[in-house]
């Protein structure tokens, strides 16, 4: 019975009975310590063998258990989630991998060998998600799914890489044809109405008996909602971006806001601040005077609520729209208390976000002629790509418009 050395990772032999190449890999156990433990593996050359156990142990120092073999689904997910995406993404991104993981894949194939995930039981997963999934049964979002399958693909394909898998069984699988969510604009009458209704503040009245008597506290909180939906409306900041917003990031003389951070909602920490995706995200965004002269109306509105508080008013990260307390805003709250009602007061169609004052933005620059590079740059987005993508269907009239500046030119 011949035996050769394989790099000093084992020794690997060729077995006479069974005429194939088997091999035997010393390692320490990671959970008991204990050294000298054995693994074999078997294959029909003695690279491939060899390649086997290269992986194994690979894979012991990249964190996989021994037994990796007899691994379920959701423990190499979980593992996945934790030891190689957590450390290195945003907590947001990491929570929304880890939702769509944990909802739609750990029910359905959680309980799977990993070894024996085949990829027709993954695509029918993926069907019925958009079919019949979510909470009311009317199937998800093409965009959910879609994420959902990339983020499954991204975790057996680390699977793969350090040897545990021969192949990712989820690539095999089709996505669904991304179908986009139409977006809602606002038209220019739509818009004043919308700040119109907001300055007056009525509508925090909406759906109730009996109308309040106005308060400070009232007061505050109706400046504050009324200056977010006017900078939203004028510079196509995201809600996060726009409750991230502290006094040193306006610049008075210069008519600038600043775009350093976003306060997001997360399960982990409640609301924290985190960095833009990407640079173009983190960005500084020209504003009209009257925009301007509305934020210095808020700002003395904000330190006059702050004297009659005293220290109850704890504004110590300098926000610019801070709560009651002087706290961050929640986003669900502020969307939920202020926007939701303000949007139903002024007859407004439920399914208008927050988000949609930036599509309105972009569109009236859109509408203006205003160069395409210009609007991405003031949306933040990474690539003049996304913003056409997003928009260029509100442009019909752009090839009219280039036959009618030929024209003019005269040049036949």
């Not at 450390?87 to 029910?107: D, F, Q, S």
């Not at 009525?202 to 909180?221: A, C, F, I, W």
């Not at 801070?322 to 007859?347: E, Q």
């Not at 509408?367 to 003049?384: A, D, F, M, P, Q």
Request: net charge positive; glycine share 8%; proline share 4%.
């Amino acid at each position: 019975m011949a035996k050769a050395r394989a790099a000093g990772e084992g020794t690997v032999y060729r077995n006479a009975k069974t005429d194939r190449w088997e091999g035997q890999f010393s390692y320490e156990d990671p959970k008991t310590g204990k050294k000298g433990i054995r693994k074999k593996f078997t294959g029909a050359t003695q690279k491939e063998v060899a390649a086997k156990g290269k992986a194994f142990l690979d894979g012991l120092k990249e964190g996989l258990l021994p037994n990796a073999g007899k691994m379920t689904v959701w423990e190499w997910l979980d593992r996945w989630l934790t030891d190689y995406i957590k450390p290195k993404v945003r907590l947001k991104t990491y929570e929304k991998y880890e939702t769509c993981l944990r909802l739609y894949i750990k029910p359905t194939l959680g309980a799977f060998v990993m070894m024996r995930l085949k990829a027709p039981d993954v695509q029918r997963v993926f069907n019925e998600m958009r079919s019949s999934g979510g909470q009311k049964g009317e199937g998800l979002s093409t965009s959910t799914v879609r994420g959902t399958r990339r983020y499954f693909i991204m975790a057996i394909e680390k699977a793969v890489r350090l040897g545990y898998l021969s192949r990712n069984v989820v690539k095999d699988t089709d996505p669904p044809q991304l179908i986009k969510q139409p977006i809602h604009p606002l038209t220019k009458e739509q818009a004043g109405a919308l700040l119109a209704a907001a300055k007056e503040g009525e509508y925090v009245y909406y759906g109730l008996k009996q109308r309040r008597k106005p308060t400070p506290d009232s007061n505050y909180q109706q400046v504050m909602a009324y200056t977010a939906v006017l900078l939203a409306l004028n510079t196509g900041m995201r809600l996060g971006e726009v409750l991230g917003l502290k006094w040193a990031d306006i610049d008075f003389k210069a008519n600038i806001v600043s775009v350093q951070r976003a306060l997001v909602s997360t399960r982990a920490k409640g609301m924290i601040f985190e960095e833009p995706k990407t640079k173009g995200s983190k960005r500084k965004i020209p504003i009209p005077e009257k925009v301007m002269e509305a934020l210095e109306c808020y700002e003395k509105e904000q330190q006059q609520y702050s004297e009659l508080l005293g220290d109850k008013f704890k504004n110590k990260e300098g926000l610019v729209f801070a709560n009651l307390w002087g706290h961050p805003l929640n986003n669900s709250n502020f969307t939920g208390r202020y926007f939701k009602k303000l949007a139903a007061y002024v007859g407004l169609d439920k399914s208008f976000s927050f988000h949609d004052l930036r599509h309105t933005h972009a569109t009236m620059l859109l509408s203006k002629g205003v160069n395409i590079k210009v609007i991405s740059e003031r949306l933040g987005h990474c690539k003049i790509q996304m913003t056409l993508d997003t928009y260029s269907h509100l442009m019909p009239d752009m090839q009219e418009t280039a036959v009618l500046a030929l024209e003019s030119l005269n040049i036949l």
